[in-house]
């Protein structure tokens, strides 16, 4: 992060990579959200992108002001195209030093810029390691989006609105990878396998 500005490209491509490494066949598998199959995960992530690629540009109307959870995503037609693409949108979207200033939404929700980029750069941490667990696939985030998503997640660890946004606290050890501790904070157990 170079002055309070995070690119998130790396990640963003990261994630790109994961989906384009999903077969058809697993589409239908579970993940670590119990109420997400593979499709659904991949839809929630082309949504959330579409949102933060809004967010970011401050270009607030229906993807910004939809709450996530009003309905279970789900992947649309031409998605292998689509879902890079907009994950490219995104990374540029807060490319833009104003991205990172001022007020804007996301999820229906008014957040300062920082904040946003910041929930959107764990979005795509967290939900990465959901679609890779779930696929079997090697997953090693992006290594500045990944200590900003174990700060954010960890700065929220024991505020009692999270249950809202986050399940509880999964403990970790101390010493295990940074992945391993972020995932435990965002409600998940690391150890999760399909």
């Not at 990579?17 to 959200?33: F, I, K, M, N, Y």
């Not at 929220?156 to 940074?178: K, M, Q, W, Y």
């Amino acid at each position: 992060m170079t002055g309070g500005i995070l690119d998130l490209g790396p990640q963003a491509r990261i994630v790109a990579h994961l989906a384009a490494g999903v077969p058809d066949e697993q589409l239908a598998g579970v993940t670590p959200c119990p109420e997400h199959a593979v499709h659904n995960m991949l839809g929630h992530l082309a949504g959330l992108a579409a949102a933060f690629r809004d967010a970011g540009r401050k270009d607030l109307g229906a993807t910004t002001d939809t709450n996530p959870n009003a309905a279970v995503p789900d992947i649309e037609p031409g998605w292998r195209e689509g879902l890079p693409k907009v994950m490219d949108e995104l990374a540029e979207a807060w490319r833009d030093p104003a991205a990172w200033t001022g007020e804007t939404r996301a999820g229906g929700v008014s957040l300062p810029g920082a904040v946003g980029g910041m929930v959107a750069t764990n979005e795509l941490v967290v939900h990465g390691w959901d679609l890779a667990r779930a696929t079997g696939q090697a997953y090693e985030p992006d290594p500045a989006a990944l200590q900003v998503s174990y700060e954010f997640l960890l700065a929220s660890a024991e505020d009692p609105t999270r249950g809202a946004i986050f399940g509880p606290v999964v403990p970790v050890p101390d010493n295990a990878p940074l992945l391993d501790r972020a995932i435990g904070l965002s409600g998940r157990d690391p150890g999760w396998k399909p």
